[in-house]
Structure formats: structure tokens, C-alpha cells
């Protein structure tokens, strides 16, 4: 009660002191969408491919596209984690993915082993304070529908870590149809797995409980974690995307069988529920005190390539890290912008705080900083650096150079000529790719020194 | 300071009151000696097999032998838990091994993989409070040599635990010379591995380490935990027991080449360090005022078998649970008695706080008791039930009754005429059968209301 009245005496002060309309009074909604393994050319309205995405280019088109953001870590888990926390990888210490495949992806678990693998037993530090608790704090409604993935024991699961409503599963991925990976079922609501859906297509499901959130929630502020597993691969390991055959269908000039034809395809099929959650919001008169956000966790896989960019998903270039998004407030950011500023998705954490006008935590040190008045034009993006690190493999982006380091080489690049990272400029600038190695060590210390947390440190 | 002045006053008092001799004013120093997989009968003093163990048969003499000694845990990591906390598994929530075997043996891993894997980010409950903290603060100077299997990262280890000292194993188990297992080296001197003694068998490593320990430690109240590795089948997973050639050829009338020989020949190796560590107590004169238990963490795993008793290591037989155990304490316990007293390794935390004069941990349920006054005869044990689960399977044991049930079905046994379990009773005792599973039942359900702990619990 206390943090829902201090929400009201700061949207009451908002509306005296700084004379917002009457759309401001209300605290925002906040819808932020995050797909999977979704890759950075990936999106229709930027036109190198054929995809089809008409909600998410009609979000871009009332909202601001931003084309050098990235992720925190080239794949699922710590890139989420870093979402949820506002804190890089390392220093909120789940700087892996949390999952069974160490061994053999092809292993089927018994139940018995299940409840002892690192699926169960790891997860995101309960520690860790995450923007579902900060908002709920803040008087909102929060819930999360999709994939999880920051452990799957109760004290890992939503409900535990600052959200009121979870749908989705709790697990790095699962097959789309029977929600199993691993010979496991992994389709929560609340803290129990259900089995009631079993056979229906998780982006349909996904976007049953999104919209029933939205309306159960219409009359108060609300913060809705919206994560697709959709466009991953099949966690059943058996083959590649699975999609709906409408959807396959779209794509008549492409071959069904393809595994590119059903990559697009379920694309399309996450972009339709986003559109009917637009249409949603839409139909509630929430659409202008709604801030939508949309990225993609990680590059893309492989489907269809990420060009220009250079890799893909588990590596170091930006074809694993710099990723889509989308950012849109009717009330507070230009519509049909696109922006090159510098962002990362450290940046989402606190500018959700600020949109809610929420406290930060106290004594959590956070990596990011609000980016609304970068993506409204505001003021420069104060980002000059970024680290990333993943098993031995180093990055760092200064400036607008980008330097990657493993015990076997290093390169450097200058991302402001050569995005596609094909020149390697060490030998003829070695003091900017030691400065670089420098910045890189320097984080790596400032991390290494930080608070101990998290499965992953050895502490 | 405070804890030391505490003993002194302890004892002091004890001298005053209770008028012990000279010998007993200083706090005892305690060693508790812990076998890997050493069968029930694999005893020299036993007399049913060919076994050398002249050292610990001399333990027998001096002290008491119990022959109803039970693990808590038919494998190593959950019966050490219990050992080092006083705690059924189920409710120090270490209810299962810390390895990475779920999916393969044979998997080498990566420095990557492994700083990642199962055996590096799970462990004890830093919350969990062990017996190393109750002697610790009781004014003891406490170590750790040989196998810990309680985690490996740093917050796991020993020192980190109420242990002054370290020398050893992390993990469940290594190759006796290359101190290796799925590739990785995991032998540790403090906080740090150590590569100094590769090639080195493990038992003359924790010999050396042990006496060691008592040297450095003869004029004040030590505590030495001293988990071998032996005799466990080497960790390497590509044969079964290592043993130097100087202790096979100490079995001259058997192949050299069968797994039994060497099995047989590291027993009497790690009886060897025994004997060197009882003559070294001797030579400071400690003898008298020292505490010496030694036990097995669980069955023998098939060496020889474990005849008369039925089953081995991870089963809920007899042969699984029950295992050797010796107490010699010249001042306070009778010499050469056996005892057939009903007794678990849940009453050592509860016998060395008693023994030390220690205070017990507040707020912390013991499932045990002080069992030095049974085995000196003054006292019958309190002792009439004992629990056990282990991935679906379940024991239970009341006065000489024995349930075992798994998903597929359920036996009883009365161990006061059948301690081979040859003979299944439910049929003609079906009331008893269902009491001993109603037992089960109250048990597990106090188990899983109590507070949540350990890696292994959902909660």
C-alpha cells in the first residue's frame, strides 16, 4: 500500500509541477517484448529481407528504431538475465546459460535425474533484485508470459522474484507443441507446471496470456514481460523452427520444407500476437500511456544470416550481440525515428524505473542508464563503452571501435567504416587495440571485485 | 578468544566437579576417520575375508566395534553431509551426489564446461552449519584431509566452513596418481588447487597430510577429519581400484591382475596410514586423550560382495546402509566390546559436540544423539527408527523391522532373524509392513516442512 501511494503523490506532483495532459496522471503500462535467437536484419522494415513483420514495423513506424543496441551476452540466459537486472552478466553472476547440455544435447532425463540437473538447481541469484520487483514496489501490476529461464525451482520462478502472474516456461527451451525438452515438460503457471496446454502452439499460447494479463489489469499500471521463444529452434533438438502452417503458407515463393521458410514463419506468427496485442491495447484506449519496448535476446542463429553483420549467435562479432529494437510511447518519444546512439540493453532497467518514476534499489550497482531521452532526442547517449565476455572469448566496443580477444587471437575493428567487422586494424593501430585490451581488463577487475553472487562465481 | 577462554573454563569446571583425571582436562582431540565404498564385512577383525587391516583391527581392540551402524545415504555426498551437519540428507538439502554423471561417465570436460558444471556450482548450504563450526568456535583448531565432495567453489570449501585446514579432493572422487576425474584436477591445499603432488598416490598424500595436521597441532584440542578416498573405485573411470604394487604384493595368493587384489590392497594401504596416524598420537603421547571413530560413508560397492549382508552401495539393502564402525577413546570407552546397539552416523555431530564439551547450534534440528555413553555400555541407544530416500526408493527401519519400497514394489524384513533380507514378510505381517510405512510417511513429511535448504530442494 505504501508504494502505491507513493505512486500516486508523484504522478499527483508530475501533473502540478511539470504540467503533463491528463494521459500522464496514470503511472505508464509497460509492455516489453523480447524475442528469441531473432537475428538484427531481422525485421521487414529494414529491407534486406523478405520476413513479414507488419506489427513491429508498424511499432517502429509510431515509435524510434535504434540500430546500434546490443546484448549483454551472445546467447539466452545471461543476455535475460542482464534484462531483469539492469547489471551485466558478471557482475550479477548467471554468466552462462542455465541448461543440460553440457554433455550431450540427445540425453533424455528421467524425472528423478531432472530434479537434480543444473535446470533445476540453477538459476538467477534470489539475491538479485529485478525489475519486476522494483515496479511492483512501485504500486504496478507485473507479470511475465514465456520464457523464463532464470531457473526453474520455486525460488527461482517469478512469483518468488517480483512478479504477480507467470505463464510460460521455466526452462532455456522447449519444443513449441509439447512444451518438453529434454523428455520434460516445462510449462508453469504460477509456481506449477501444467500440462492443460499441451499440443498448442506456444506463441499462441503466449499470446492467450498476454492479452488476458492486459485485461485482467486494464484499470491499473501494468508491466508485462513478454518473452517469445519464438524464432529459437525446437528445444526438442530435433530439428529447426517449428511454425504453424498458416504462417509457413504466407510464404508461398519459399519452399515449405526449408528451415529458412519456417524461421520467417514463426517470426510472423510472433509478430501477428504483437499486433493483436497493439490491437489490444488499442481497444483498452491504453495504446498512449503504454511504453513498448521490443528486442531480440542475442544475433541471430543463422537463419538466413545476419548480414551486414558478420557471426551470429555465440560469437563475438555483432552478428551475435547487436540485436533489433523498438521502442514506443505515444506521449513521450517521436514516431519513425531511427537513431545510431549507442545502447545497450543494460539501459532497459533503469528506464523503466525512471518511465514509472519507481525508486532504483538501494546499494545495487546498475550498468545502464535511463536511454528515453536518447531515443527522444534529447541528449546524446552517454554510452562511450561496452564488455562482454562468454567461456575464454572477450569483447569490448570503444567508441566506435570493437575489439575481440581469444586465447587464440585478437582482431580490431572500426565499426564506424566496416560494420561487417572484415578488417582487422590491429597491426596498423596496436595502441587503440591496447587501449582497448586495457578498457577490457580494467571492466574485467571492476567486475571480478564486485559483490559476489550467482551460481556461475566461484566465491 | 572468547570461545578458547570458554573450553578453558569447561574444563576447568570439569576437573573441579566431576573429578576426571589429569588426562581429562584438556578438551580431547578428536580424529574421525571416514572409508570410501568400504564394505560392511571388510574388516580384517570381521573374519570373513582375507582382508589386511592390522591397524584398524587394533582400533577394534582398543575401543568398541558397532555392528548396527547405519549410513544415511546408500553414496558418498549425502551421507558426508549427514556426518558433517548431523542432519538427515532430506533436511540439510544434500539429498543427492554432487557430480556430473547424470549423462555420462566419459565426457572429458573443458576448463569452461567444467567451471560451469554440476560439480563446481553445487555444494553444501553455505547456511548449513557443520561440525568443523561447533569445534571451530568451541576453542578447537579444526582440518579437513582427504575427499570434502561438499562443492568446490570457493564458498563450499572447507575453509570457508569452520576449518582452519585443507588439504584435499573437492569433488566425489579423482584417479589415485593424476588426481583427475572427467579430465579436470581437483586437488586442493587450502582455498587453492595444487598441482605439486601429481603422481603421488592419494592415500600416502593424506597420510602425510594427517600426520602433518597432528604435528602442527599436538599441544591444543585438534580436530582432524580425514575422508579417504579409499577404497573407491578410481574416479578416472577406467578401471576399478588403484593400489600400490608394494600393498598388492601384500596378498601374494591372489591374481595381482583382478579387481579384488587391488581393492584388497588399497584398504590395507589406507590401514597402513591409520597405523602410521595412531602410532603418531602414541609418539606425542595423545593417545589417551583422543577421540578416534571410524566409519564407512556407505556399502561396499561389490568388492568381494558384503556378505552376510544383502546388496551394495546405492541400494536400500542392508548391504547399501549399513556400515563398519570403531570408537576408541581410552579414558571413556571400554576396550575390544562390540556393540549390536541400533546407531547412525547422525549421532557423530551430536558425540563430538558432547565429547569436546561444546555448545550444540542454536536453532539447528540434530537428528541424532550423543551415542558415547551406548557404546560404553551405560546406556541403552535411544535409537528405534531410521529413514533413508534416494530417487524414489525408501527405507525404513523400526526396532528390527525393515521396509523397502520403490515405485514398483515394497518388502519387509525382520533383522533379528534375516539380516540377509532373504525373507519378504509382508504378506504374513501386512500391519507391520503398513506401520513402518506410515513411519516413512510422518518422516517424510516433517522432512519436507522444514525450513527449505540446499541446492537439491524445490523450493
Not at 205 to 234: G, I
Request: one cysteine or more.
Amino acid at each position: 500500500m505504501k508504494s502505491r501511494r507513493l505512486v500516486t503523490v508523484l504522478f499527483a506532483l508530475a501533473c502540478l509541477g511539470l504540467g503533463y495532459a491528463r494521459a500522464a496522471v496514470r503511472a505508464p503500462n509497460i509492455v516489453l517484448i523480447v524475442s528469441d535467437d531473432q537475428g538484427y536484419p531481422d525485421l521487414g522494415i529494414i529491407g534486406t529481407k523478405p520476413i513479414l513483420t507488419p506489427h513491429l514495423d508498424r511499432l517502429a513506424r509510431e515509435g524510434v528504431r535504434a540500430t546500434n543496441f546490443y546484448a549483454t551476452w551472445p546467447a539466452c540466459t545471461p543476455s535475460r538475465g542482464s534484462i531483469l537486472t539492469g547489471r551485466y552478466p558478471q557482475r550479477n553472476g548467471l554468466y552462462d546459460n542455465v541448461r543440460n547440455d553440457l554433455v550431450s544435447y540427445k540425453h533424455r532425463y528421467t524425472a528423478e535425474e531432472y530434479a537434480l540437473s543444473p535446470e533445476m538447481t540453477l538459476g538467477l541469484d534470489p539475491k538479485e533484485i529485478t525489475i519486476g520487483n522494483v515496479l511492483q514496489s512501485a504500486g504496478y501490476r507485473t507479470g511475465v508470459v514465456g520464457k523464463w529461464d532464470m531457473g526453474q525451482a520455486k525460488r527461482f520462478l517469478p512469483l518468488q522474484r517480483g512478479f504477480d502472474f507467470f505463464y510460460g516456461h521455466g526452462n532455456n527451451g522447449i519444443d513449441y507443441y509439447t512444451h518438453e525438452r529434454y523428455g520434460i515438460h516445462s510449462m508453469f503457471r504460477g509456481n506449477v507446471r501444467t500440462q492443460a496446454d499441451v499440443g498448442t502452439y506456444a506463441t499462441e499460447l503466449f499470446k492467450r496470456e498476454a492479452l488476458r494479463f492486459v485485461d485482467d489489469n486494464r484499470r491499473q499500471p501494468f508491466f508485462l514481460y513478454l518473452a517469445f521463444n519464438a524464432p529459437h529452434f525446437a528445444s526438442n533438438f530435433e530439428g529447426g523452427v517449428q511454425a504453424p502452417e498458416a504462417f509457413v503458407r504466407r510464404y508461398p515463393d519459399m519452399d515449405p520444407k526449408e528451415r529458412l521458410t519456417s524461421y520467417y514463419a514463426a517470426v510472423t506468427c510472433m509478430d501477428e500476437a504483437i499486433g493483436e496485442l497493439l490491437a489490444r491495447l488499442d481497444q483498452h484506449g491504453l495504446a498512449q500511456d503504454t511504453l513498448v519496448l521490443f528486442l531480440s535476446d542475442n544475433g541471430g542463429s543463422g537463419n538466413g544470416g545476419n548480414h551486414p553483420l558478420r557471426g551470429a549467435k555465440m560469437t563475438m562479432w555483432e552478428g551475435g550481440l547487436r540485436v533489433p529494437f523498438l521502442a514506443r510511447w505515444p506521449n513521450r518519444l517521436p514516431a519513425g525515428v531511427v537513431t545510431n546512439e549507442f545502447l545497450t540493453a543494460l539501459e532497459i532497467f533503469p528506464s523503466l524505473v525512471a518511465a514509472a518514476g519507481a525508486t532504483p534499489p538501494e546499494n545495487v550497482v546498475l550498468d545502464g542508464f535511463d536511454l528515453l531521452p536518447v531515443l527522444g532526442g534529447r541528449k546524446k547517449s552517454p554510452r562511450t563503452e561496452m564488455f562482454w565476455e562468454r567461456r575464454g572469448e572477450r569483447a569490448a566496443r570503444v567508441d566506435n571501435w570493437k575489439w575481440i580477444s581469444s586465447p587464440k587471437d585478437s582482431s580490431l575493428f572500426d565499426l564506424a567504416k566496416d560494420i561487417g567487422e572484415t578488417s582487422d586494424l590491429t597491426s596498423s593501430h596496436p595502441e587503440i587495440a591496447a587501449r582497448l585490451a586495457d578498457r577490457f581488463a580494467a571492466w574485467k577487475k571492476l567486475m571480478d571485485a564486485t559483490e559476489p553472487r550467482g551460481p556461475f562465481r566461484d566465491y
